[in-house]
């Protein structure tokens, strides 16, 4: 069936780190591909997304491109800063009748200075 | 604009009892989610509902839960018999019909005694 499996957490990065989370996926069909973002104490918010293979979604510092090849979507920063620490959720959502979402387990990142 | 609301935010109960969860979309979105979040896991998808169309129960765990809503617009979660298994955190979202990009609430914590 269709899944998203993400890096296990949490990762701990000092302040100007650079970041990787990895990010693969299984899906039949052409699927669109995002990455979600849950600040402490708040709820879930889109950080970026790609629609199609090769596309780029940035946001924020944040990027990750859509390789179909390799059924990834890897989660990069070149700079992560304290206020980055939450938790990245990569998610995959097909059209199916419905824009049905699947998600991954989630990625906690901290970031010290 | 308003967000996607949920209520109660928080919610204390005793196993065996009947319990409701609210959400309020945001004005226009046709699509709405629910999902569950235990701790330290991802999001589990429950349900789907799109405009008037059938909604997609399959990530239902239980036939003891259910879910309804009125007039393409607030949606009830209903958890008859709880379990203490149901402990966690109940996420609502929304979406237009033609964007994959889901806006959630701040999600209702249940716990079961």
């Known amino acids: 069936g269709d899944s998203v499996t993400q890096m296990e957490g949490p990762v701990t990065l000092s302040e100007e780190a650079f970041l990787t989370i990895n990010c693969t996926y299984t899906a039949t069909g052409y699927p669109s591909l995002f990455w979600y973002v849950q600040y402490p104490g708040e709820g879930l918010q889109l950080l970026l997304k790609a629609t199609k293979a090769d596309d780029k979604g940035s946001n924020k510092g944040f990027e990750a491109t859509y390789r179909k090849e390799t059924t990834s979507f890897h989660l990069e920063k070149g700079s992560v800063q304290v206020s980055d620490s939450a938790v990245y959720f990569c998610?995959?959502?097909?059209?199916?009748?419905?824009?049905?979402?699947?998600f991954g387990a989630g990625t906690r990142l901290f970031v010290k200075a | 604009g308003a967000g996607v609301s949920q209520s109660p935010s928080n919610k204390v109960t005793e196993k065996g009892k009947d319990v409701e969860l609210r959400c309020d979309p945001i004005?226009?979105?046709?699509?709405l989610y629910w999902y569950r979040q235990s701790l330290g896991q991802g999001l589990e998808f429950l349900i789907y509902?799109?405009?008037?169309?059938?909604?997609?129960k399959s990530g239902l765990p239980s036939d003891r839960f259910s879910a309804e809503r009125t007039g393409g617009s607030v949606s009830t979660l209903t958890i008859q018999r709880t379990q203490q298994e149901d402990s966690a955190v109940y996420l609502c979202?929304?979406?237009?019909?033609?964007?994959?990009?889901?806006?959630f609430g701040p999600g209702t914590r249940l716990t079961v005694t």
């Open positions: 509902f799109q405009g008037n169309s059938a909604p997609d």
């Open positions: 998610a995959l959502s097909l059209n199916t009748g419905g824009f049905k979402t699947i």
């Open positions: 004005s226009g979105h046709t699509a």
């Open positions: 979202a929304s979406s237009l019909r033609t964007s994959h990009e889901q806006y």
